[in-house]
């Protein structure tokens, strides 16, 4: 069946600009999560939507960052303002999510590579 | 999520064994311990999870010691394709919670 899918694969802008990034996740899947990966680090976390819970939004480094989800399918993050420090690789996530028990997994999408010139 | 600690880096020999270590010596009794990989350019993707007794799938085996305060990720045979950074993630599903990655360990595979 389809994966997570990302889109823009990527994504040029200049600074002060607003950009949004797309997520599909996989159907059916209640969870829903945002990282972000900087050049040669590792994944950091930015948004949790579970099924109809308030999404945990800790991982947000500043309010020009927000996203939102529609029901439980697909997800948008935006960032305003951009900044030369928000060049990154995007990535979202989703898995079963409280049904999935245990072995809940998380399937990842192919990431949105996001520079700001 | 409870904490790991991974070394940073590691090489291995083409079609030799890799054994990559994780300590979580503050796991609980519902932490599942999840590993994932992130090869080079890609996404992270799901290797194998377990909880008590040791695991085997297509991709590895985890072997988990009796305390539980460590586990181990085996690649039987490394390929070049095995290079990546591999994550080990504990996973309390007895709540809903995130998850947090940590740095991993970055594995080197030698021709």
């Known amino acids: 069946g389809a994966g997570v899918s990302q889109s823009p694969s990527n994504k040029v802008t200049e600074k002060g600009k607003d950009v949004e990034l797309r997520c599909d996740p996989i159907?059916?899947?209640?969870?829903l999560y945002w990282y972000r990966q900087r050049l040669g680090q590792g994944l950091e976390f930015l948004i949790y939507?579970?099924?109809?819970?308030?999404?945990?939004k800790s991982g947000l480094p500043s309010d020009r960052f927000s996203a939102e989800r529609t029901g439980e399918s697909v997800s948008t993050l935006t960032i305003q303002r951009t900044q030369q420090e928000d060049s990154a690789v995007y990535l979202c996530?989703?898995?079963?999510?409280?049904?999935?028990?245990?072995?809940?997994?998380?399937?990842f999408g192919p990431g949105t590579r996001l520079t700001v010139l | 999520d409870a904490k790991t600690t991974q070394p940073n880096s590691m090489e291995s020999n083409e079609e030799e064994p890799v054994h990559l270590p994780c300590n979580h010596s503050?796991?609980?009794?519902?932490?599942?311990i999840h590993w994932y990989r992130q090869l080079p350019s890609q996404g992270p993707e799901y290797v194998i999870h377990g909880l008590t007794s040791n695991v085997n799938n297509r991709m590895a085996s985890l072997a988990i010691a009796e305390d539980r305060k460590s586990s181990t990720l085996i690649l039987h045979r490394a390929t070049l394709r095995d290079a990546a950074v591999y994550y080990c993630i504990l996973r309390d599903v007895s709540r809903d919670d995130k998850i947090i990655f940590g740095k991993g360990t970055r594995l080197h595979i030698l021709p």
């Open positions: 996530a989703s898995s079963v999510g409280l049904a999935g028990g245990y072995g809940d997994t998380q399937y």
């Open positions: 159907s059916g899947h209640t969870a």
């Open positions: 939507f579970q099924g109809n819970s308030a999404p945990d």
């Open positions: 503050t796991i609980s009794g519902t932490d599942y």
